[in-house]
């Protein structure tokens, strides 16, 4: 959570305006006009705002709930929640405060798995895509030696 992204929202704004500029220079060429050292300082400047920015540049005002998935780890978005009179949905496990929610889900919040299907509930009935599932590696075939020289 980027700290201050609710109290501070018209500076947030501001700044997604300019990661969203910024984003367009570059996918555009637009960067080539600066030296090198330019281009560079601005390459960074572009991947700080992305890393820290990426997830709300689509907002456009303050949102009108927010969901949390561990209030022990999110504990500034809440707060920060509470400061601006927005309501909080969340999962809540046995070892956290559920104080600290508005409208609270019991649930582990530690398994992957429990997230994925309260998650998808949650996001079937608002109508939103659904979350993908964290996919297994699954080990590479081995070639056999055979399959190579049926081909010759």
């Known amino acids: 959570w980027l700290g201050g992204t609710l109290t501070n929202w018209d500076e947030i704004k501001k700044r997604i305006k300019y990661f969203r500029k ?9 960067f080539e006009k600066y030296t090198k050292k330019e281009q560079l300082l601005k390459l960074r400047e572009l991947a700080k705002l992305r890393t820290n920015l990426h997830g709300v540049q689509e907002m456009t005002e303050l949102p ?3 969901f949390v998935t561990d209030v022990i780890k999110e504990k ?3 707060m920060e929640a509470r400061t601006k009179k927005i309501p909080v949905v969340a999962i809540v496990d046995s070892n956290a405060d559920p104080d600290l ?11 992957v798995r429990s997230l994925e299907l309260i998650i998808s509930y949650i996001t079937d009935s608002l109508g939103g895509p659904r979350p993908k599932k964290a996919k297994e590696e699954k080990p590479e075939k081995k070639k056999d030696l055979r399959d190579g020289m049926r081909k010759l």
Do not use: F, Q, V
């Open 76 to 78: 500034n978005a809440i």
């Open 101 to 111: 929610a508005d409208y609270i889900i019991p649930g582990n919040d530690d398994a």
């Open 22 to 30: 910024l984003d367009e220079e570059g996918t555009s060429g637009e």
């Open 64 to 66: 009108g709930a927010i």
